[in-house]
């Protein structure tokens, strides 16, 4: 017997209430990853009950033609992440100085990693600088892996304009890689 | 290097408390308890006397799965809980101080006076799980004439509940 879908659980709730504990039971450890990426562990913990309360207080609303409430979710997180852009830049910052040591696995410091000890907090700042809807889109999409028409789902949005905000969210992170002048960064 | 992998090598995972999942999911079911509570108002509910709440409560959960709602806990600031109700399936029984309201545990009375039945989904996981607890066990799982099966426990103060899953898909008391 297969199990019921997200969508079946989300519309049993509507006269259950108590179904959806099942939603959490499948999702919460993924979206609890998630906004411990974003910002540390203190803040995930703290937000993820109160993702689900929001879902659960919002199933109505869920489109049922979706099989999966993952990205449903990980749209209420992003929201949600908005109010701590704080923790979310001071977590990005931290995880930029902590990078390029991932690299020297052999203890010898590369070139490349110099390089790259440059790089990330640029690269963190130039994350930061952006727009909230492309940091979004380019997060859930480079951090969490969802799939183009996921994040469109997650961001409701048609996924054209996913597209068009990676593309510029890109766009804008190139412009470090290739900057002009004397401020070049080298890279391998 | 691509754009995105840069990005990529800033992911890095936050190191969680083991607790923060059971956390969350306490504030999501009190949303739901809030929502389901004043449609169904509850009309008789079961006062159990114990001499200690606290491992009563503990016990409850560990060997039973009853949940306690913890919004509704009555607890003194020297930290003893006065009382406090617990949850299954949608029912709920209150969990007292013994000689309030004249209830005494049989622990201390030596003599129980009541028990309570408890409909569950799956009663040899259950009696399992109540076993692995250290629940006693007066009554060991059987079939009662292809209509239910049941098993009675005692918790940690000799009250006495009984388990029954129906074995029909509508129980006799309901068929008309």
Same mark, same amino acid.
């Given at each position: 017997?297969?199990?019921?879908?997200?969508?079946?659980?989300?519309?049993?709730?509507?006269?259950?209430?108590?179904?959806?504990?099942?939603?959490?039971?499948?999702?919460? !450890?993924?979206?609890?990853?998630?906004?411990?990426?974003?910002?540390?562990?203190?803040?995930?913990?703290?937000?993820?009950?109160?993702?689900?309360?929001?879902?659960?207080?919002?199933?109505?609303?869920?489109?049922?033609?979706?099989?999966?409430?993952?990205?449903?979710?990980?749209?209420?997180?992003?929201?949600?992440?908005?109010?701590?852009?704080? !923790?979310?830049?001071?977590?990005?910052?931290?995880?930029?100085?902590? !990078?390029?040591?991932?690299?020297? #696995?052999?203890?010898?410091?590369?070139? #490349?990693?110099?390089?790259?000890?440059?790089?990330?907090?640029?690269?963190?700042? #130039?994350?930061?600088?952006?727009?909230?809807?492309?940091?979004?889109?380019?997060?859930?999409? !480079?951090?969490?892996?969802?799939?183009?028409?996921?994040?469109?789902?997650?961001?409701?949005?048609?996924?054209?304009?996913?597209?068009?905000?990676?593309?510029?969210?890109?766009?804008?992170?190139?412009?470090?890689?290739?900057?002009?002048?004397?401020?070049?960064?080298?890279?391998? | 290097?691509?754009?995105?992998?840069?990005?990529?090598?800033?992911?890095?995972?936050?190191?969680?408390?083991?607790?923060?999942?059971?956390?969350?999911?306490?504030?999501?079911?009190?949303?739901?308890?809030?929502?389901?509570?004043?449609?169904?108002? @509850?009309?008789?509910?079961?006062?159990?006397? *114990?001499?200690?709440?606290?491992?009563?409560?503990?016990?409850?959960?560990?060997?039973?799965?009853?949940?306690?709602?913890? %919004? %509704?806990?009555?607890?003194?600031?020297?930290?003893?809980?006065?009382?406090?109700?617990?949850?299954?399936?949608?029912?709920?029984?209150?969990?007292?101080?013994?000689?309030?309201?004249?209830?005494?545990?049989?622990? %201390?009375?030596?003599?129980? %006076?009541? *028990? +309570?039945?408890?409909? +569950?989904?799956?009663?040899?996981?259950?009696?399992?799980?109540?076993?692995?607890?250290?629940?006693?066990?007066?009554?060991?799982?059987?079939?009662?004439?292809?209509?239910?099966?049941? *098993?009675?426990? @005692?918790?940690?103060?000799?009250?006495?509940?009984?388990? +029954?899953?129906?074995?029909?898909?509508?129980?006799?008391?309901?068929?008309?």
């Amino acid at each position: 017997m297969s199990s019921p879908s997200d969508a079946d659980v989300i519309r049993c709730s509507l006269g259950e209430p108590e179904a959806f504990g099942l939603i959490y039971d499948r999702h919460a !450890a993924t979206l609890l990853r998630f906004l411990g990426r974003r910002a540390g562990a203190k803040v995930a913990e703290g937000l993820v009950g109160e993702l689900f309360r929001i879902a659960f207080e919002r199933r109505k609303t869920f489109d049922g033609s979706r099989a999966s409430a993952l990205p449903w979710l990980y749209g209420i997180g992003a929201n949600l992440l908005l109010k701590h852009r704080r !923790a979310e830049a001071r977590w990005l910052r931290a995880s930029a100085r902590m !990078a390029p040591g991932r690299d020297a #696995a052999d203890g010898r410091v590369s070139a #490349a990693a110099l390089d790259a000890r440059l790089l990330f907090p640029r690269v963190a700042d #130039a994350i930061e600088a952006l727009p909230d809807d492309e940091r979004q889109a380019l997060l859930l999409f !480079a951090w969490e892996e969802l799939s183009y028409q996921s994040v469109a789902e997650a961001l409701e949005l048609p996924i054209g304009t996913v597209r068009s905000r990676l593309n510029r969210a890109r766009a804008r992170l190139r412009e470090l890689l290739e900057p002009k002048g004397k401020d070049r960064v080298r890279l391998r | 290097m691509k754009p995105l992998d840069l990005a990529k090598k800033l992911r890095r995972d936050a190191a969680f408390e083991p607790a923060a999942l059971d956390r969350g999911k306490e504030t999501l079911m009190q949303a739901i308890r809030q929502e389901v509570e004043p449609r169904r108002r @509850l009309t008789i509910v079961p006062q159990i006397p *114990y001499e200690d709440i606290r491992a009563a409560l503990s016990f409850l959960e560990r060997a039973f799965g009853f949940r306690e709602i913890r %919004s %509704s806990r009555m607890e003194g600031a020297d930290g003893v809980i006065h009382h406090a109700n617990v949850e299954f399936g949608g029912s709920v029984i209150g969990i007292g101080t013994q000689g309030a309201h004249g209830a005494v545990s049989p622990k %201390s009375a030596g003599i129980a %006076s009541q *028990y +309570v039945s408890v409909y +569950v989904d799956d009663i040899d996981a259950h009696y399992e799980r109540a076993l692995a607890a250290g629940a006693q066990i007066p009554r060991g799982p059987r079939d009662h004439a292809r209509e239910y099966r049941a *098993y009675e426990a @005692l918790d940690l103060e000799s009250h006495r509940w009984r388990f +029954v899953q129906w074995m029909q898909a509508v129980p006799p008391s309901e068929q008309r």
